[in-house]
């Protein structure tokens, strides 16, 4: 099968954006804001200025880190079976995580998510073959702002199927999230042989890891779960304004944090990934459908597999505010590109107003774009040892080629059909079915699609267990009564 790729970097470039990156860990170094990984560094050979927190880290270091690091793993569904795979060129999409509001599907506005929104969004999610994975996409806001790390997750273990795609961003909520999934999976040994979930990790940019940020690799590494490196360079504000300047930046960026998490428990899988961006200087905004931003991304992908690790990204997204032509074109754009770039998980789509705010329109037509994407990245096959020589000598001069078996045989590997997202009816024919717009066909789409969710398989007694151990943090922070989780939801 011929495979379409897309590369940005030469090999030369390659080799010294890294050789680059090696030096500023020597020099200056990267600031460290905890003890233990401080601690971890020293005895690994870093020199550590323990006044400044900062650690400089000698090349030997990086690359024994390096080695260690598992080129590839899977990511398993609910039902014990390896659904994604971390590495080589697959490449497997899921909605992005980072959304504060939710674009209201009756009036097309912005307001805050509640657990309805989230219990519908996993089960869109669980619709939609193209999507890969699940995300923790946003955070309601009926619960304790402090719990809301855990809260999504635990909403998320009682409705998906699909492994997910997470992150902890309070200093207790890590360990708490582990333990809802080691019930999940039946134990803390079964968890790390078949993961269930990825935690994203962020650094500070330039060059900064904080004390959580830290404790969650730590935790990570220890347990034995994914963790995924979220270096985000913004270029001209937080990294040199140069898309290359800025690609050194996030190649130093997660060379530390790879560093830290090997030390901690070497073999440990992690994954090369970021959400970098550059800034318009206009409105001091960071456009994730910018063309430079995409180039961005392609570099780092580039320079993790060059590394031999697996690679994420965030693309997909779109700026606009609406679902309107700007946001089709950016994600159109952000899509195909890591589809041929072979990122290895790809978040992102569903989103709009720089990475602020999950559309359940959006995601539905986000699924679409990724069929096409899909389509393009497999190439052009050799279905046959005759190219075409032998259909055209029959019946030749004849447009006969419908009523053909050959055609019938091949024409659904060799021609895409998209969902009704996507308008391929003549005029006459779109007019007399609503002359529905893609978002409005999209709308009209999710209750269709939300009818065809199946609950997953958890036990009564595991669903309570959940309950618990989510109630018992809440508690701390003054809530005493969680939503109702409905198996029947309102969409709004």
């Not at 971890?40 to 690359?63: C, H, Q, T, W, Y």
């Not at 990570?220 to 963790?227: F, H």
């Not at 392609?298 to 990204?313: D, R, V």
């Not at 720089?354 to 037509?365: A, D, I, N, T, Y």
Request: aromatic share 6%; proline share 6%.
């Amino acid at each position: 099968m011929a495979k379409l790729k897309l590369k940005v970097l030469t090999e030369d470039l390659l080799l010294q954006v890294f050789d680059e990156a090696l030096a500023l860990l020597a020099d200056p170094g990267v600031r460290v804001h905890h003890k233990g990984a401080l601690d971890l560094l020293e005895n690994g050979g870093a020199r550590i200025n323990r006044e400044m927190m900062v650690a400089s880290l000698p090349e030997d270091l990086i690359r024994a880190a390096l080695v260690t690091a598992p080129q590839e793993f899977h990511l398993y569904n609910l039902e014990g079976e390896p659904v994604v795979h971390y590495g080589g060129d697959l490449v497997h999409f899921d909605p992005g995580s980072a959304a504060v509001t939710i674009l209201d599907s009756r009036t097309g506005k912005q307001r805050q998510p509640v657990t309805r929104d989230f219990i519908n969004f996993v089960k869109l999610v669980e619709t939609l073959p193209v999507l890969d994975a699940q995300s923790t996409a946003f955070i309601p806001r009926d619960v304790p702002p402090e719990m809301g790390d855990l809260y999504r997750l635990y909403l998320a273990l009682n409705f998906m199927h699909k492994p997910i795609i997470t992150g902890a961003f309070t200093r207790n909520g890590w360990q708490v999230m582990w333990e809802m999934l080691a019930a999940v999976r039946g134990g803390e040994e079964a968890l790390a042989a078949h993961p269930l979930a990825v935690f994203d990790v962020c650094p500070s940019p330039p060059l900064l890891w904080s004390e959580l940020t830290c404790q969650n690799l730590m935790d990570c590494a220890a347990k034995r779960i994914p963790a995924e490196l979220i270096s985000m360079p913004l270029a001209g504000v937080a990294a040199p304004v140069t898309l290359l300047g800025c690609i050194v930046q996030h190649t130093a960026e997660n060379l530390s944090g790879l560093v830290i998490h090997q030390l901690a428990n070497p073999g440990a899988p992690i994954v090369w990934g970021g959400a970098p961006a550059v800034v318009d200087m206009r409105h001091g905004t960071t456009p994730m459908g910018d063309p430079g931003t995409w180039l961005i991304d392609l570099a780092i992908i580039e320079m993790g597999k060059a590394l031999s690790l697996p690679t994420h990204t965030y693309m997909g997204s779109s700026d606009s505010k609406a679902l309107d032509m700007q946001a089709g074109a950016e994600s159109m754009g952000g899509i195909l590109l890591a589809a041929l770039s072979g990122a290895n998980m790809v978040s992102g789509v569903g989103m709009i107003d720089f990475l602020r705010c999950q559309s359940m329109e959006k995601l539905v037509m986000d699924a679409a774009l990724i069929e096409y994407a899909r389509r393009v990245a497999q190439g052009i096959e050799t279905r046959e040892t005759s190219l075409g020589l032998e259909q055209l000598r029959q019946n030749p001069h004849q447009a006969d080629f419908l009523e053909r078996s050959h055609t019938r045989k091949w024409f659904k590997m060799e021609l895409l059909m998209p969902s009704n997202v996507i308008d391929r009816g003549s005029l006459e024919h779109w007019e007399s079915t609503g002359a529905m717009q893609a978002n409005q066909q999209a709308h009209a789409m999710i209750p269709k699609l939300l009818s065809t969710y199946q609950p997953n398989h958890l036990s009564d007694e595991l669903r309570q267990e959940l309950h618990r151990i989510t109630l018992s943090t809440a508690r701390h922070f003054g809530c005493d009564q969680l939503p109702e989780l409905s198996e029947t939801q309102e969409i709004q």
